[in-house]
């Protein structure tokens, strides 16, 4: 295993420490316990959003912290849930008065412990919503039901304009449960990462072999099969995408190819022209578009696809003006 870092145990809380200290106009970091916040704290009367889940997946969810955003992210261990005395505290930092809302992937040990937290933050209204995008499987090895992956990204860039905009907390949740509803998306894994602590890949995968379906933390796909062509490999991950969200003629869609972390921009383009001509010869209109390394597995070399269905709305608040260190317009 080669990686930089000093200790797999401190690798988390010195990253964290590195993370604060390039980006202290965007985001505070808390430790003991360790939650990450806006640098000017909560604003006052806005609707705060939280989200967090293991780390290993930056800049998910640290990187999306800022206006327009996020309040507060909570990063877990390595590929591990953050703990409820983890996630309280933030909950409430998030606070301004207006209520919270806490985003949280479909996962096992995620949605419990943000459910545990809600409980014991004091004086702090929550709500929750829940993120399962990815089409490939559903009941795998860490959640009930479908897994939450890179269509979080929408879900809070959306929430969160709508947040920044002044709605109150019942419109904000409605309009990420209005995301949930619309966005789908599915992996690919051309090699397995390395989790610091483990020391060694977290899944076997041949040189010759590729996994379709796969989730964020290494889970099985849907089938492994012989490593094809980019093109092969995007029809094979953006057509149930397409086919789950029931996509016709003349809709419009917000077209997102996130990289795994491993794999160079070069690639993720191969990938987003094959998938935009796909979504063409549906009739499909691609209005907006979003390509890079944003939702990672450590060092996987891969790629996922994501389709967001788009109505004024949406487009409008997907627009709005977003200041965070992973995405900024």
């Not at 998306?185 to 060694?200: F, I």
């Amino acid at each position: 295993m080669k990686k930089l870092i000093n200790d797999p145990q401190t690798v988390v809380a010195e990253s964290l420490e590195g993370f604060g200290a390039a980006h202290p106009d965007v985001v505070a970091i808390h430790s003991d316990p360790w939650f990450v916040t806006r640098a000017g704290g909560a604003t006052a009367g806005k609707v705060g959003l939280v989200s967090g889940g293991g780390s290993g997946h930056e800049p998910l969810h640290g990187g999306f912290v800022g206006v327009g955003m996020l309040d507060a992210a909570v990063p877990g261990a390595m590929f591990t849930s953050p703990t409820p005395d983890q996630i309280a505290p933030a909950l409430q930092a998030a606070d301004a008065g207006a209520g919270v809302l806490a985003i949280v992937k479909n996962y096992t040990g995620d949605v419990l412990n943000f459910e545990m937290a809600a409980e014991v933050a004091d004086d702090t209204s929550v709500r929750t919503v829940v993120v399962n995008d990815d089409v490939a499987v559903e009941d795998s090895l860490y959640t009930a039901g479908r897994r939450g992956v890179a269509g979080t990204v929408a879900v809070e860039k959306i929430a969160g304009a709508a947040a920044e905009r002044g709605d109150d907390l019942d419109a904000v949740v409605a309009v990420a449960e209005k995301v949930i509803a619309n966005v789908r998306s599915m992996g690919v894994a051309l090699t397995a990462c390395t989790v610091p602590h483990a020391g060694k890949p977290s899944f076997d995968l041949p040189d010759d072999e590729i996994e379709i379906g796969i989730g964020i933390h290494g889970e099985p796909g849907r089938r492994r099969i012989p490593l094809a062509g980019a093109d092969e490999i995007t029809e094979m991950l953006l057509t149930p995408v397409a086919d789950d969200l029931g996509l016709t003629g003349g809709e419009k869609v917000l077209l997102f190819v996130n990289g795994m972390g491993g794999t160079p921009a070069s690639e993720l383009y191969v990938v987003y022209r094959r998938a935009r001509a796909l979504l063409e010869e549906r009739g499909v209109e691609v209005t907006r578009s979003l390509v890079g390394n944003y939702v990672t597995s450590l060092e996987m070399q891969g790629a996922s696809v994501t389709v967001l269905r788009l109505d004024d709305e949406l487009t409008a608040l997907w627009d709005a003006p977003v200041h965070t260190t992973a995405l900024r317009w």
